[in-house]
């Protein structure tokens, strides 16, 4: 749901057809439920909304692999990470950043985000799995790595720009801790005023110092 009160989620009916259940898309806003559905696919799942009421979420298209959307103002995108069999996206911010996972062709899942038009990868060391899934307006991204221990990533501050970083800071069962490194890329000014955005790099892996 967003500052408006609008709701994306997905309801569940038979299929007519082989009596399984299937989820269908919708969004509710005003009192009005609008179907969320892209074209020819088998479900389509709408996971998160902005205030701008751009919404993100996953198809299946009947062959098992998942494929993420964007939906803005009646027009779907594709939102597929290059080279992945699978990709699901879990929440957008105000700026249109959006963060996901994705399976590679060796079956890891990695962690995703999607700003201006540029994929980065979020791999958390030594971990099997990492999914991200949320992202605030500060470019904040909060998830969870091997299923149960939690993470924190923040770009470091525009006021420092050479020194800018990812950081991760853990919020598992083991307890609070940091890792960190530099994240090399060209610069340019963010909408955030705090933060600068990173746009050539394409792997985060942020390892222990």
Do not use: C
């Not at 091997?146 to 069962?173: H, K, Q, R, Y």
Request: hydrophobic residues 35%.
């Amino acid at each position: 749901m967003n500052d408006a009160g609008q709701i994306v989620g997905v309801g569940l009916y038979t299929n007519s057809n082989n009596g399984f259940l299937q989820g269908r898309g919708f969004l509710y806003s005003a009192g009005v439920y609008t179907p969320i559905s892209v074209s020819g696919s088998y479900e389509t799942d709408p996971i998160s909304i902005n205030d701008s009421g751009e919404i993100v979420g996953n198809y299946e298209t009947g062959t098992g692999a998942s494929v993420g959307f964007l939906y803005v103002d009646g027009v779907y995108t594709a939102i597929d990470f290059p080279g992945s069999i699978s990709t699901q996206l879990t929440g957008i911010n105000n700026l249109g950043q959006i963060v996901g996972f994705y399976k590679d062709a060796d079956n890891n899942v990695n962690g995703l985000l999607y700003s201006d038009g540029t994929y980065t990868t979020i791999d958390f060391p030594g971990a099997s799995s990492t999914v991200p899934t949320a992202i605030n307006d500060l470019s904040n991204i909060v998830g969870y790595y091997d299923g149960n221990e939690g993470f924190l990533a923040m770009l470091g501050p525009a006021s420092v720009p050479e020194s800018s970083t990812w950081t991760m800071i853990l919020l598992g069962f083991a307890g609070l801790g940091y890792v960190g490194r530099p994240w090399s890329r060209t610069v340019q000014q963010g909408a955030h005023p705090a933060f600068r955005k990173a746009l050539t790099e394409q792997r985060i892996s942020i390892g222990v110092p």
